[in-house]
């Protein structure tokens, strides 16, 4: 008996944007609205093929036979969705299909190079969304607080500092000696990079050992918390995050002259705080961190296509976490600036040992 979840993948991302009086998805390009299938039951159905997902491209396949034979098994086999007529799943996998949503996979292995070449795509995407957000567009034209200032650079001090939490974990964790020298030689390289940041902050009067004992945002703790599960779990899926993370940084000309906008808008007294991150990004380049992820990855003669994909969710998943980071940095500061002699933040749920 077929069955969809090894018969269809989704095209990545889908995204489930309502389900109530209809199903509507979205991609990055279009949302589409599709009636004729009660949306719980569309909505089971893309479950289904979603826990078999891979990474093929949607749209190469669509075979009608097929499409029919996998739509009567369906209906046949699985209770979830006995309401479902044949007819009409054959409607709802031929509408996905056609509209690019799902496709039969063609293959179930890949390279590494593979992989990497596909996530550099989406890094390219994300990388523009994540530096849309409104954290990042109100320093660069000076509308933000300058408590929103101090903030971001005390969540980047310790953001830059959880480097040893977990570079160091996904060089320890590793199984692979190969990928465990690379990760160790990037931690060497990385490891004291937040003096950058701390130089930051001492120009901007906040004292680090204040810093220090209030800690960072439950929302900075989520970003290095996710990148900690990665290398606990996949050190692909590590080195994918770690990608994304270095190609936001790789753009060393965008970086600087984003720099200069952030001196010149809220650096008026000429203190010179963004010297040190400057310096950062230079460094940074010499070491060529943003080809870390194809270090790893390139030389990979196969994966399995599930874990390909696994790797992709994984770091799209970090992805949505870095712009939740961003939302949290902004409205926290906005609303609270630091207060350097605090005991412990404004909101923290527990008090600090
Ligand atoms: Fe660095």
Known sequence: MTDIAQSYCLSFPTNIDHAKKSLVLSNYEERIRIEGIPPSLGVA?????????????AGKG??????????????????????????????FLRTLVQEKIAARPTRSTCTGHELRVILDDHFAAWNTALFSHSLWTSLAEGSARPAVVDGWLIESYHFIRGANARLSYAASLCPDPRIKAIFAHHYVEEYDHYEFFAQSLRARAIDVDDVDRQGPLAATRAVLNMARKAAR??????????????????????????????????????????????????????????????????????LTVEHANRVLQTVFQFKETLMMWFSEVQTHYHRNPFKGRALYRHGRGNPPE
């Open 62 to 91: 669509g075979d009608d036979r097929e499409v029919a034979d996998t739509a009567a098994a369906i209906s046949a086999a699985d209770d979830s969705i006995s309401g479902l007529e044949g007819a009409a799943a054959e409607r």
């Open 45 to 57: 159905l893309l479950k289904r093929i979603n826990d078999g997902g891979t990474i093929n491209d």
């Open 233 to 302: 779990t996949d050190p692909i899926a590590y080195a994918a995050c770690s990608g994304l993370m270095e190609s936001t940084g790789s753009d060393a000309d965008r970086a600087r002259t984003f720099y200069g906008k952030v001196a010149e808008h809220f650096d008026k007294s000429g203190s010179g705080f963004v010297r040190p991150m400057i310096a950062h990004v230079n460094l940074d380049e010499k070491f060529e961190h943003g080809s870390v992820m194809a270090d790893v990855l390139d030389p990979i003669p196969v």
